[in-house]
């Protein structure tokens, strides 16, 4: 036998993790059990088994299984659920989540979920920490801007007073909630914008 013969398969790294989490698994229950277990292995031990995921494509095969999930006719919750989980562990580590979501039509998807979802807090929620990890890239972030995200995010809060308004506007133009004092339920906002 030659060497050639043991040399092992040259696989594309995404075409491994879309493997691993579309081609073996058809059915739900396969798919709930390997994001499970993909889970499970990146919450247990240190940062290194998620940056060798990511350097593997496993960013894109997620982002790609949330794309494929979300399409299909009513978009499956149990699947997507912690599907949007493991992408907020993995995201905060990827410093080109946002690029690639955008590249695979990932935010897209993510924010028509996070509008159907308005008045189902769950899944509104995760849609949000998807989109909290995609906006940290500065063209992401300038693009959910323009897809309306922020309109999309004073709808949630309430009530719509001018007060209110004008603190969470202080919040997002600033980056910060330190200086904000709370007397009760009112909120004392230095005067930005008045």
Same mark, same amino acid.
């Given at each position: 036998?030659?060497?050639?013969?043991?040399? %092992?398969l040259?696989?594309?790294?995404?075409?491994?993790?879309?493997f691993?989490?579309?081609?073996?698994s058809?059915?739900?229950?396969s798919?709930?059990?390997?994001l499970? +277990?993909?889970?499970? !292995?990146?919450?247990?031990?240190?940062?290194?088994?998620?940056?060798?995921?990511?350097?593997?494509? /496993?960013?894109?095969a997620?982002?790609?299984?949330?794309v494929?999930?979300?399409?299909?006719? %009513?978009?499956?919750?149990?699947?997507?659920? %912690?599907?949007?989980r493991?992408?907020?562990?993995?995201?905060?580590?990827?410093?080109?989540?946002?690029r690639?979501?955008?590249?695979?039509?990932? !935010?897209?998807?993510?924010?028509?979920?996070a509008?159907?979802n308005?008045?189902h807090?769950?899944?509104f929620?995760?849609?949000?920490?998807?989109?909290? +990890?995609f906006?940290?890239? +500065?063209?992401? /972030?300038a693009?959910?801007?323009?897809?309306?995200a922020?309109?999309?995010?004073?709808?949630v809060?309430? %009530?719509?007073t001018?007060k209110?308004?004008?603190s969470?506007r202080?919040?997002?133009?600033?980056?910060?909630?330190?200086p904000? +004092?709370t007397? /009760?339920?009112?909120e004392?906002?230095?005067?930005?914008?008045?």
């Amino acid at each position: 036998m030659n060497q050639t013969d043991w040399a %092992p398969l040259h696989i594309s790294e995404m075409g491994v993790w879309k493997f691993i989490l579309l081609g073996t698994s058809s059915d739900k229950e396969s798919i709930l059990t390997i994001l499970k +277990v993909l889970g499970d !292995l990146l919450s247990v031990g240190t940062d290194r088994r998620i940056h060798y995921m990511i350097s593997k494509g /496993g960013s894109e095969a997620l982002l790609q299984t949330l794309v494929d999930t979300a399409r299909t006719a %009513p978009p499956d919750y149990d699947i997507l659920l %912690p599907l949007f989980r493991l992408l907020a562990k993995v995201g905060l580590r990827d410093k080109k989540i946002g690029r690639k979501a955008l590249e695979l039509e990932a !935010l897209d998807v993510t924010l028509i979920l996070a509008r159907k979802n308005l008045s189902h807090g769950q899944n509104f929620l995760h849609c949000l920490w998807a989109l909290r +990890v995609f906006a940290s890239s +500065v063209s992401t /972030g300038a693009m959910l801007g323009i897809n309306g995200a922020m309109e999309l995010l004073f709808k949630v809060i309430t %009530p719509y007073t001018r007060k209110r308004t004008r603190s969470i506007r202080y919040r997002v133009l600033c980056n910060t909630s330190a200086p904000f +004092v709370t007397h /009760g339920e009112m909120e004392i906002v230095p005067r930005v914008f008045s």
